[in-house]
Structure formats: structure tokens, C-alpha cells
């Protein structure tokens, strides 16, 4: 059984284009979070979100849009998909919300290529 | 500026060696410390963690050590495993940070 799974696993879009990411937690976690891996290999938190409301949001362009229809899915949407959005992005979950510390569990990434 | 930095990109030993991976810390606000292993086209996967209570922290073949004086931090594998090969993360967290992750080291394990 996969604890956070993510779909798709590769994305290929034209710039322009708007596409969407969808990431799955059976683990009864009550958070859930979207992270970027770039080009320079660092891996940033974008969004937190807690019982499907928004925690965090680092500085991240208002084309990104998290959509949580509940505590088990968080989805991100992108809108005019741009060339420096190509990026591995990874979904995790945690137990507890942001202030506590926990472990968090890591889907499998989404390669997003923007072309 | 990077909060949370992993100087060696990459680290090379013989199978039944120590690996010795480290990460150094900036922000004095964290105080809860994680390992993540890597493996290519997967997802980063947890290995270990401690807390700023704590300087020692040990499973099995993995020990994590915390100098909070030193804002550092080590991660000991011993014996180390080809299965081991992989790129391990630090991340820190505490204050209003969330999960800072640093680059990662690629260690690989020869037999």
C-alpha cells in the first residue's frame, strides 16, 4: 500500500498551458504539503495545508493554487504553465501541524517538464 | 542564504566502513533534526531524528548526532551497505520554519 501517492508521475506541457497535480495520503495525517525540488537540487516548501485549510504559503506565484477537497487529498493546480516551472514536485503528509515536530512522509515526486 | 547546508556533495566508502554524512545549521530557532535517504525517481523517504533535547540518537546501523553549541549535525552509518546508496537529506525545523532541507549528499557505497 502506498502511504502518499502522486499523479502523475511525468508531466510534459507546453508554456502556457495550465495542469494539474494530484497527491493521496491513507495514513490519517490531518496535514498535508507541496514541496519544489529545482534544478539546484533544493527542496522548498510551497504550501501546508491542515484539516484542508491553508497553513503556509512561502512566496510562490499566485498561478500555483493548492486545492484540498479533503484532509486525505491536497492537489495543485497550475495556471500559463511558464519554462521555470520545470521542477520535481513532491507531496508529503504529517501527522501534526506546522508549530509541532514531526515526521513528514514523501510521495513519489511529479517530474514537471515545461517545454 | 542557505539555512541549512551540506557541504559534500558526495561521499564515497567501502562496503563494512563507517559513512560519516554532515549538515550545518544556521537558524538557533530549530530544534527538531530529520536524515531522509533518497533513492532516484522516488520520493524522499525517513530515516531518522532527533531533538534538540537529545545529542544522540541511534537505529540499528544509523546514529544521529546533534552539537547544538555547534549548530551541526552528523549522520553515521556503520557498516555501511551498497544498499545504502542513495542521497541522504538533512532537514531542520523549529521557530516558524517548517521542514529547511539542505542539498543532500549522493553517498555511494562500493563493494
Known amino acids: 500500500d502506498t502511504a502518499v501517492s502522486q499523479t502523475p508521475k511525468y508531466l510534459v506541457t507546453q508554456m502556457g498551458n495550465d495542469k494539474s497535480i494530484k497527491c493521496e495520503q491513507n495514513?490519517?495525517?490531518?496535514?498535508m504539503y507541496w514541496y519544489k525540488q529545482d534544478s539546484k537540487k533544493f527542496l522548498k516548501i510551497m504550501f501546508s495545508?491542515?484539516?484542508?485549510?491553508?497553513?503556509i504559503n512561502e512566496t510562490v506565484p499566485n498561478r500555483f493554487s493548492p486545492k484540498s477537497p479533503d484532509k486525505a487529498h491536497l492537489n495543485l493546480h497550475i495556471n500559463s504553465l511558464e519554462l521555470g516551472d520545470s521542477a520535481v514536485y513532491f507531496c508529503?503528509?504529517?501527522?501534526?501541524?506546522?508549530?509541532?515536530?514531526?515526521?513528514?512522509?514523501f510521495g513519489p515526486g511529479t517530474r514537471l517538464t515545461v517545454l | 542564504d542557505q539555512q541549512v547546508k551540506q557541504n559534500s556533495p558526495s561521499l564515497s566508502v567501502q562496503e563494512g566502513r563507517i559513512s560519516i554524512l554532515n549538515c550545518d545549521y544556521t537558524?538557533?530557532?530549530?530544534?527538531?533534526f530529520l536524515w531522509y535517504k533518497k533513492y532516484p525517481a522516488e520520493g524522499p523517504t525517513f530515516l531518522i531524528s532527533?531533538?534538540?533535547?537529545?545529542d544522540k540518537n541511534e537505529d540499528g546501523r544509523f546514529t544521529v548526532f546533534l552539537n547544538k553549541s555547534a549548530k551541526h549535525l552528523s549522520l553515521h552509518i556503520v557498516p555501511s551497505q551498497p544498499g545504502d546508496s542513495a542521497v541522504y537529506f538533512c532537514?531542520?525545523?523549529?521557530?516558524?520554519?517548517?521542514?529547511?532541507f539542505g542539498k543532500g549528499t549522493k553517498l555511494t557505497v562500493n563493494p
Open positions: 495514513l490519517g495525517h490531518d496535514t
Open positions: 532527533i531533538s534538540s533535547i537529545k
Open positions: 537558524n538557533s530557532m530549530f530544534d527538531y
Open positions: 508529503a503528509s504529517s501527522q501534526a501541524s506546522v508549530g509541532i515536530a514531526d515526521t513528514q512522509y
Open positions: 532537514a531542520c525545523e523549529g521557530g516558524s520554519e517548517k521542514l529547511v
Open positions: 495545508y491542515n484539516n484542508k485549510e491553508l497553513i
